[in-house]
Structure formats: C-alpha cells, structure tokens
C-alpha cells in the first residue's frame, strides 16, 4: 500500500483498516477521532511528537 505524508488518517484507515493496530502503537488513538478526516498523518505525527519516517515505514510494512 502506497503511504504518502500528507494522506489523511481517514485515508490511510480506508485504505488499510489494520492500519488502525499500527497507529494505537505509536499513541496514536485517533482512529475514532473527527480530526482524524483531515489531519494527515504528518501532522498528528508532529502533534503527538513521533517520528514521521518510523510511522511510515511500520504503516506501509
């Protein structure tokens, strides 16, 4: 699956919804989250302070 850093979590979770295992991983708990239909998943990397490359890499394992 092809993850770009400006996709939305929505996006991504649409894509792949075991996605949403590799997020609460990472503290990420936005799966259910309003905000979770436009942020992309750069941006609530840099809100929750996780490295943007290590999420792309376990989320296009």
């Known amino acids: ?3 770009e850093p400006r996709m ?4 991504i979770l649409r894509q ?3 996605a949403a295992r590799i ?3 990472f ?5 259910g989250c309003a ?8 941006d609530a990397a840099k809100v929750h302070g996780i490295d943007l490359q290590k999420l792309l890499t ?3 394992g």
Request: aromatic residues 0%; negative net charge; contains cysteine.
């Open 35 to 42: 905000v979770a239909s436009g942020e992309s998943i750069e």
């Open 58 to 60: 376990a989320l296009r």
């Open 1 to 3: 699956m092809t993850i």
């Open 16 to 18: 792949n919804p075991e």
């Open 27 to 31: 503290g990420m708990h936005c799966v």
């Open 8 to 11: 939305t979590i929505a996006e």
């Open 23 to 25: 997020l609460q991983q």
